[in-house]
């Protein structure tokens, strides 16, 4: 079957399609099938849109009634059935058990415009321009998600300088070799350091597109209370980290701490549809009616299936008991493979966890290996020098080990240790 019309007609800019040219057809849980009927291990999960697998039995169906009794489908933000349900369970199962109060806003259905509607509501609030963000940070490919972001290739694509913006170090960027904080602290007491104060710091718990650094929790403890001291908000990005990538709902709850503002997209529709939120704290809603706006907001269809998403995965915590258990899995399979490289390293957190490897060729090298054995892989980093691996939240323990061992092949393959035994157990 032809692929030609997408060499001829579709645009250079495309990515996942070049490095994956398989025609996909049908999808099921961590499985995508081709054209042709080859089905490959989806480890990629949609770069975490797809937490609980493609088209999930009970959110498709939902869908096919709604559609299939004239629901309303475009809304911009008028009320809908649908979009009370989402709120009220929102409200029920997410926001109300973890103690949080946020107002929720409907930015536009993707990352990028919840991280620009979360900068502009920041410079509103605050009156200050300035925004600081981390190095390695991804935040999206608008201007102003841009501005925030660390990718030099992705910010030369904006043609335009990216200011009011300045790049801090994130946790660890020097080895442990500096303290902390030290230059934050630093210039926001003194004022002649000539660094304007900013109107929030925006920061990833793991940077999901930068190399998935993870900060820990007590950087995150001191960035936030460093903050609070000098009324700067704190902005987390939990488009890809959050939705339970990481074990919790949101991925800032293991740190305790109560982020200002916080952006929301990739699976929070449960289902791969675009939708996204911006929540913020109830005295940050200084917004004028109409003064963010957008077309594609009221998404009912994603609005259906991520209510219902909440109610199946998160009204008590057994699915979160059980993913714990597959981070485990998935943690001492990975440690086992780095075992076969020397020098290589864990990072990451959850179910956003890769493998380091010393050769920044190798990870490039073992996702092409894995994608010749049926399996999605991606890579992360500034030199793609990680692997990244994004089982859906979902999979069973059979399948991620199966997954596990496609890796393990792939890394031995692409370092040519081809013939150490394998560490891995078969799957059980
Ligand atoms: C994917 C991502 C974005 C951008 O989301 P889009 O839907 O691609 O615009 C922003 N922030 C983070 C952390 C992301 O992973």
New binding site residues.
């Given amino acids: 079957m032809s692929t030609e019309i997408f060499e001829t007609r579709e645009s250079q800019v495309r990515s996942y399609s070049k490095n994956w040219p398989a025609v996909f057809e049908k999808a099921s849980g961590a499985y995508q099938t081709t054209e042709d009927g080859t089905r490959y291990l989806d480890f990629f999960s949609g770069?975490?849109a797809l937490n609980y697998g493609h088209n999930h039995p009970e959110l498709r169906d939902l869908i096919v009634d709604y559609v299939a009794n004239d629901g309303v489908t475009h809304s911009l933000d008028m009320n809908t059935p649908p979009k009370r349900r989402f709120l009220q369970t929102f409200e029920d199962i997410i926001l109300k058990p973890r103690n949080l109060d946020y107002k929720v806003m409907f930015p536009g259905p993707?990352?990028?415009n919840t991280?620009e509607a979360a900068l502009k509501l920041a410079r509103k609030v605050t009156g200050r321009q300035h925004i600081l963000s981390f190095t390695n940070a991804?935040?999206?490919?608008t201007l102003g998600?841009l501005s925030v972001t660390g990718n030099s290739m992705k910010r030369r694509g904006a043609g335009i300088p990216l200011t009011n913006s300045s790049k801090i170090p994130y946790d660890d960027y020097f080895d442990g070799d500096i303290p902390d904080f030290i230059w934050l602290e630093k210039v926001l007491e003194d004022s002649g350091s000539g660094v304007d104060k900013p109107a929030a710091v925006i920061v990833?718990t793991v940077q999901?597109?930068g190399g998935l650094n993870a900060a820990r929790m007590e950087w995150l403890k001191g960035l936030a209370d460093l903050l609070k001291r000098h009324n700067i908000l704190l902005i987390v990005?939990d488009?890809?980290a959050g939705c339970g990538r990481t074990g919790r709902f949101f991925s800032f709850e293991e740190a305790g701490i109560v982020p200002d503002i916080v952006c929301v997209?990739?699976s929070i529709s449960g289902y791969g549809l675009p939708l996204a939120l911006t929540l913020f704290k109830p005295e940050l809603d200084v917004w004028e009616g109409g003064e963010h706006n957008g077309t594609f907001r009221g998404n009912n269809m994603a609005f259906l299936t991520g209510a219902r998403a909440f109610e199946l995965f998160w009204s008590d915590d057994t699915f979160q008991n059980e993913l714990a258990d597959k981070i485990e899995q998935l943690r001492t399979g990975l440690e086992q493979i780095a075992g076969h490289v020397k020098g290589a390293t864990i990072r990451g957190r959850g179910f956003l966890t890769g493998i380091c490897y010393p050769n920044p060729d190798t990870a490039g090298k073992v996702a092409a290996e894995c994608y010749k054995r049926n399996m999605l892989l991606e890579t992360s980093g500034p030199q793609d020098e990680v692997i990244k691996v994004m089982p859906p939240l979902t999979i069973s323990s059979e399948d991620l080990q199966k997954g596990l061992q496609i890796i393990e092949e792939s890394t031995l393959a692409a370092t040519g240790n081809a013939g150490e035994p394998s560490r891995l157990r078969p799957p059980h």
């Fill in positions: 770069a975490g993707t990352g990028t991280v991804f935040h999206g490919m998600a990833e999901g597109e990005d488009v890809q997209s990739k």
